[in-house]
């Protein structure tokens, strides 16, 4: 009995967490500092599997992009990393901590620096939310119930639940990374990621073109960004609906415009 008090009252002290930006509540069972430190251990393993660009224009507006979203992120906790990765999938993902990865397949959609910057806004959108840590969280909860055993933590889990852990976290269908987000998820990462390109100098209109672009890029299947982010009309819909709520950060910012072409 004491147990499961005790487990309650952890449970409650780690679910409530509000979101930045758009103030949601989320349910967290997991920590900030484990979210990173798996993160972190994901990106490690990714790398060494893939092919990463260094010194080229493309990799180096990447790493620049990066650093003015992470200017404005406000996440001291983070250890930023921009990495370019070679693959003709258009894919892009940041995890926990601040490990962004961007694939080369995507820069033809992206044509731009604020084309670049509207999808690392979302995918760093994501990881602000703490969506990994999120639907971890729900797997958890999913997992205690099932056992009917108290939620005690990450720490104690054997090697089979933190795989299934960095499943939820989104580490792992290349790596898991591809699992797609909620709909509310997508919603949030998209209005996060608008403020953040907005405040890192980059024109927030493109946002809504980039996504028309990346609309008519379908052919017979879809690519793989696109498969876990539907691009819906209610999608650039929300973009062109939150334009105006953002045209203050663009204004106070550097106005960067579209910046380079890629
Ligand atoms: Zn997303």
């Known amino acids: 009995m004491k147990k499961i008090l005790t487990a309650l009252v952890l449970l409650f002290s780690l679910s409530c967490s509000t979101t930045p930006v758009s103030g949601n509540k989320a349910f967290l069972l997991t920590s900030q500092e484990t979210e990173n430190q798996q993160g972190e251990e994901a990106y490690k393993e990714i790398l060494t599997k893939e092919k990463v660009i260094t010194g080229t224009a493309q990799a180096k507006m990447v790493e620049e992009i990066g650093r003015r979203i992470a200017a404005v992120a406000n996440q001291p906790d983070f250890k930023w ?5 070679q693959s003709d999938e258009p894919n892009a993902f940041c995890l926990p901590g601040g490990k962004v990865a961007i694939y080369t397949g995507i820069f033809k959609y992206a044509q731009n620096e604020a084309g670049l910057a509207t ?15 999120q639907r971890m969280s729900q797997q958890m909860a999913t997992n205690a119930a099932l056992a009917g055993l108290a939620i005690v933590g990450l ?3 054997d090697d089979t639940k933190k795989t299934v852990a960095m499943a939820a976290l989104g580490a792992g269908a290349t790596y898991g990374i591809i699992l797609p987000f909620s709909r509310k998820h997508e919603t949030e990462a ?3 990621g608008l403020v953040l390109m907005a405040k890192a100098g980059y024109d927030p209109a493109e946002a809504v073109n980039f996504w028309d672009r990346f609309s008519k890029a379908g052919g017979k299947a879809p690519p793989e960004f696109l498969s876990t982010h539907p691009n819906s009309e209610n999608r650039r819909e929300h973009l ?5 709520k953002v045209q203050g950060d ?3 910012s550097a106005k960067l415009g579209l910046g380079r072409n890629l």
């Open 190 to 192: 998209d209005e996060i």
């Open 155 to 157: 720490s104690g889990l």
């Open 240 to 244: 062109r609906s939150l334009q105006s």
């Open 119 to 133: 999808i690392m806004g979302h995918e760093i959108g994501h990881a602000l939310a703490r969506h990994g840590g």
């Open 250 to 252: 663009y204004q106070a």
């Open 81 to 85: 990393e921009f990495k370019t990765l």
